[in-house]
């Protein structure tokens, strides 16, 4: 049973950053396509980045591109997103998701295409 737990959400000052922790269990990280989605209050969900298993290519939105990285430790089955010089627009709720990864098909990005969610950790970005 694949199972995600988000946690490392806070309140953070413009500028500020602060890393998110995805805890991971029933699956292996190798096999597996992880994205981080932000839900905006009233918005939709979006992807903003994505480890797209072995050999781990990651990808970002152009939003996030240069301020937030992705990361995994595979023997802590953990994936991270550092995130720095957040900005009042960055504010929302943090997922992340996990889709078994395919090896022919491009990187899946929208969030309809992953099946299995964490409950979320906010993110508030204000002064």
């Known amino acids: 049973q694949v199972q995600l737990v988000e946690s490392g959400g806070a309140l953070v000052q413009p500028g500020g950053s602060l890393t998110l922790s995805c805890a991971t269990s029933g699956l292996t990280l190798n096999y597996y396509t992880m994205g981080w989605f932000h839900q905006a209050p009233g918005k939709e969900r979006e992807g903003v980045s994505y480890f797209d298993g072995y050999p781990g290519n990651t990808y970002y939105t152009d939003s996030v591109k240069g301020r937030f990285t992705i990361s995994t430790d595979n023997a802590k089955r953990t994936v991270f997103l550092q995130m720095n010089s957040l900005k009042p627009e960055d504010t929302g709720i943090y997922y992340c998701?996990?889709?078994?990864?395919?090896?022919?098909?491009?990187?899946?990005?929208?969030?309809?295409?992953?099946?299995?969610w964490g409950q979320g950790t906010q993110v508030t970005v204000s002064s």
């Open positions: 998701a996990a889709t078994p990864r395919s090896l022919t098909a491009p990187i899946k990005r929208l969030a309809k295409d992953y099946g299995y």
